[in-house]
């Protein structure tokens, strides 16, 4: 699943598309913020997200085998929660576990205020679906047709089969031939 199809599936939730992409965007941004800052970001259930600092070290040239120094770094990491680990791994309780965590995750009332712009409007109720019209009986074939279809399945004829390769002869180096040129006479 990548981010477009994460954004599908918040819209069937939240009922529109702008509202799923700021959502979206939101929790990714924060994380990221936080990660940035220093902090560690945990989403009970789900996992924890922290940043790790690497230290400066000596490393080797897989190619050369020669010593060359590797810089200090910082990267993030990701550790799942025991509700993500359960459900992954398909244990019997993980649906349990990953419903109580759904239900706990999901805020009886709207704890941020949206502006009036971007609250979502209701979704419009389905047209009805026409009614299909009488499917027209099928022709029957003319005698002409009937005769013209029987002459092309005469005249197909199968293709010859393959014929084998010859052997090498043992011992000798096959010759290479020079391609056949056209020359025009003048």
Known sequence: MNKTELVALLEGRLGSHAAAVAAL?????????????????????????????????????????????????AAPRFRPGTALRAAVSGTPGARAATEK????????????????????????????????????????PTAKKAAKSAKQDKSAKD????????????????KKHKPATSKKKK
Do not use: M, W, Y
């Open 25 to 73: 965007d939101a929790v990714l941004g924060e994380i990221q913020h936080g990660l940035v800052v220093g902090d560690r970001v945990t989403l009970t259930g789900f996992g924890t997200f922290e940043r790790v600092e690497r230290p400066a070290r000596t490393g080797r040239n897989p190619g050369t085998g020669a010593a060359i120094e590797i810089a200090a770094s």
């Open 159 to 174: 293709p010859a089969p393959a014929k084998a390769a010859k052997p090498a002869k043992s011992g000798k180096v096959a």
């Open 101 to 140: 965590v759904a239900a706990s995750a999901t805020p009886s009332a709207p704890t941020v205020s949206a502006p009036a712009s971007a609250v979502a409007k209701p979704a419009k109720a389905a047209k009805p679906a026409k009614a299909a019209k009488a499917a027209k009986p099928a022709k029957a």
